[in-house]
């Protein structure tokens, strides 16, 4: 068997951007132009014209658009327009060189996302023919997550709702990499200080990302669209605390008081929930737990932006302050998908975080 470094990957694909690979029916690949080089973005389109919400997802770490294949197919058939980007560096778009990704900041990754959810206002502002801003619906996996928590508490783009996907949180991310505790500093010197030197095998792909029973050909099919190199900075940055809440909360539009029905008679209707927190009930990586907690914290950030009258559309007489734990409300929803792990969208049983979504998302519109 090689040395550890000799079995991964040093160099830019070449051709650079990589020879597009064949799409499933329905799915067509366009390229968003950037200063720094071609972006890749997959388009899943409804078959008949829709006034639906466009979805943008967003991949984590080593992750590229082709890990939503499943839930575009699954979205356009129910009308919703879908779009996923890769970044600099993953799946079909421009790749820098080992060490310029190596040390490339998450403000260059913001920028690849923010070109991603720009180019898809403006597509569908033109296929819509409307004269605003077309919206889209966020959802963001993993590191991919914390990434666009920072990029909306900046206020780069706004939204017309936000699912964290088994997404690492902006509140600070050491706990979601206490799985590797033990074991990553002898894989990055075995491996030479590479960046993959926790995914160079198919076994250290597995444990992370799929349950147990998860068939080795499904995690292969995973491991064959990551990334042979990734930005470490990117992950560094996101280690300490890089958003507030509220921030977060305020650039996300379209806020307003549910419908009034016969179970709450008598009660606060509640708000809208346009912020959601999905968890996998066998991560290792953003355990349940964790994304609990963070919903907690995004609760309290929406009470604190209706308190300061930060929300247009939103009053204090319109809240339930309710405190279950598990309950949808205070403009956030918390809701774990029973028998998956992190990579939940490439599971076998990836309908149940698909239908879990498609509720939420129906919820929004």
Request: glycine content about 10%; proline content about 8%; aromatic content about 12%.
């Amino acid at each position: 068997m090689p040395f550890g470094p000799f079995t991964l990957q040093w160099r830019p694909p070449t051709p650079n951007p990589p020879s597009p690979s064949p799409l499933p029916s329905g799915l067509t690949r366009t390229y968003i132009p950037t200063p720094s080089g071609p972006l890749e973005l997959l388009c899943a389109l409804p078959s008949a014209p829709t006034s639906l919400p466009p979805l943008f997802f967003a991949h984590g770490g080593f992750g590229c658009a082709s890990v939503w294949i499943p839930y575009m197919q699954f979205f356009s058939a129910k009308g919703y327009p879908c779009y996923a980007v890769s970044y600099r560096g993953h799946g079909g778009s421009w790749y820098p060189g080992f060490l310029g990704l190596y040390f490339t900041s998450r403000g260059s990754m913001a920028g690849d996302l923010v070109a991603g959810i720009e180019a898809v206002e403006g597509m569908e502002g033109r296929r819509r023919g409307e004269g605003e801003k077309v919206r889209v619906v966020l959802v963001a996996h993993s590191a991919g997550g914390a990434l666009s928590q920072w990029v909306l508490g900046k206020g780069l783009v706004r939204v017309r709702g936000f699912c964290m996907f088994a997404a690492v949180p902006g509140f600070g991310s050491w706990s979601c990499y206490a799985f590797w505790a033990s074991s990553a500093l002898p894989n990055f010197v075995y491996r030479c200080f590479h960046s993959r030197y926790l995914l160079a095998t198919t076994k250290q792909v597995k444990d992370p990302f799929f349950t147990a029973s998860t068939p080795w050909s499904v995690v292969q099919a995973l491991e064959r669209l990551l990334s042979p190199y990734e930005s470490m900075l990117w992950a560094m940055q996101a280690l300490f605390p890089i958003v507030t809440g509220p921030d977060v909360i305020q650039s996300i539009v379209g806020w307003k008081p549910k419908q009034p029905t016969k179970s709450n008679a008598g009660k606060k209707a509640g708000i809208v929930s346009r912020l959601f927190v999905l968890a996998a009930e066998f991560d290792v990586l953003c355990t349940p737990f964790v994304l609990l907690d963070a919903a907690k914290r995004y609760r309290t950030a929406f009470l604190d932006c209706v308190r300061l009258k930060k929300l247009d559309g939103v009053s204090e007489d319109s809240v339930d302050t309710a405190s279950d734990e598990s309950a949808d409300c205070n403009g956030v929803k918390f809701e774990i998908v029973k028998g998956v792990a992190h990579h939940l969208q490439n599971h076998v049983e990836w309908e149940k975080g698909a239908e879990v979504l498609l509720d939420w998302v129906k919820e929004i519109d």
